[in-house]
């Protein structure tokens, strides 16, 4: 199918992927799945930190992995295909591709692909980027908030006074002491921190 009308008509979101990342022995860092807090489905992902960062991202309502395969044909001839890592479909009926790299220089391969998946984007009217690691502080934050980041640590009876605790910056555990059994607010804020409810700098370890 052109890729044209495979952007138009097949929700990408609900396929699953077209090849799976191999479990390679010796790499620090393994593919797994991961359950999503915007769609209750688990995804397939090779980094669990860009599917964190889609999953936290109020922007995304869907996101798959390496749910199409694009094919085309080099100047000389050779047929290349390329599966981005992840997909996402925004809020406004949009879509991103997605391609995770390491902290290195992305090597002159993808980046050549890049450029095709890129133009190819842009001819649907998506977006398309090649994604790097986080620094190590806001992935920790991330690691660390997506552990609430199921619905059953919402607590909507505290919120109010979250928000009122917290509509000038102060340190997290001094807001929640003075909302209660640190046991039970603290998951909520969490979650609250997770959602958008309440914010952070991101680049500022969580204290």
Request: charged letters at 20%.
């Amino acid at each position: 199918m052109p890729w044209g009308e495979a952007a138009r008509v097949v929700r990408l979101e609900d396929c699953g992927p077209v090849r799976r990342f191999p479990l390679r022995s010796g790499r620090r860092f393994a593919p797994g799945w991961w359950w999503s807090a915007t769609t209750g489905r688990l995804v397939h992902y090779g980094s669990r930190t860009q599917v964190m960062l889609l999953d936290r991202d109020l922007s995304v309502m869907a996101m798959a992995c390496r749910p199409v395969e694009l094919s085309w044909r080099e100047s000389e001839g050779t047929v290349v295909s390329h599966a981005p890592h992840l997909m996402a479909r925004f809020s406004d009926g949009g879509g991103l591709l997605l391609d995770c790299a390491g902290r290195e220089e992305i090597p002159p391969r993808l980046a050549h692909r890049a450029d095709v998946m890129a133009a190819a984007a842009r001819a649907v009217g998506w977006q398309y980027r090649v994604a790097s690691p986080p620094e190590p502080v806001v992935a920790a934050n991330l690691g660390w908030l997506s552990g609430y980041r199921h619905p059953r640590y919402r607590d909507t009876a505290l919120m109010e006074g979250a928000v009122r605790a917290f509509a000038r910056p102060r340190p997290l555990i001094e807001g929640a002491r003075g909302l209660g059994d640190t046991i039970r607010v603290l998951p909520a804020l969490f979650h609250a921190l997770w959602t958008g409810t309440l914010v952070s700098p991101a680049e500022r370890a969580l204290a």
